[in-house]
């Protein structure tokens, strides 16, 4: 078994999806052997987003902290804060705005494809 | 995309391994169209645990809130805490065993094999 903090990780700034004040840390990966899915944990600064966009790898999600709005494919936004457990299918439009005071952070997993 | 509170999703007594003191809430499964992985909440209470087990089915771990002993195959104890991130590989031996005076809560998605 392998143990770390995920402040030991990396933080890396998200640049895709036209993201804005955005960190991401890889927490478990093919690197540790796990070659099926990957555990991300997103952070988002106030005045922070992730554009919409789509990919074919599914999200599993789960609010660690703060809250935030998901944007849906017709620009709907949707509230979500600690605690929120979040499915997004593949191919399904999606992005994320802080427009609180505090960050957002939470976990984000995807299959390896 | 589906969007639940995780106390919205129905709390189950662990049974398996000797456990006691406690529950697993399935978050995401199948039923939600995922059908790679599931992501499930565990509760450990003060006093808790889930004795020492093994399955083929590989673990990411993030703990919540609050900490707790992971217990190896060699029976040592190694504590967990708020924040910890946790690869356990396939068929590795591994425990839990709350000894804090509060509850410890963790994610742990595992593979559909």
Redesign the interface.
Known sequence: ???????D?PEEAVTKANSIKTTIRW??TKE???T??A?R?FEIQPGGEIGIHYHSE?H?I?I?EGKCH?I?GNGKK?L?RK???????SN?K?GYINESSERVAF?C?I?YL
Do not use: A, C, F, Q
């Open positions: 078994m392998n143990i770390k903090h995920y402040t990780i927490l478990i540790d052997g796990s099926r899915y555990t944990r599914e599993h789960y660690l998901l849906d949707i979500i605690g929120d457990v979040i499915y997004i299918p399904e999606h976990l997993i299959p």
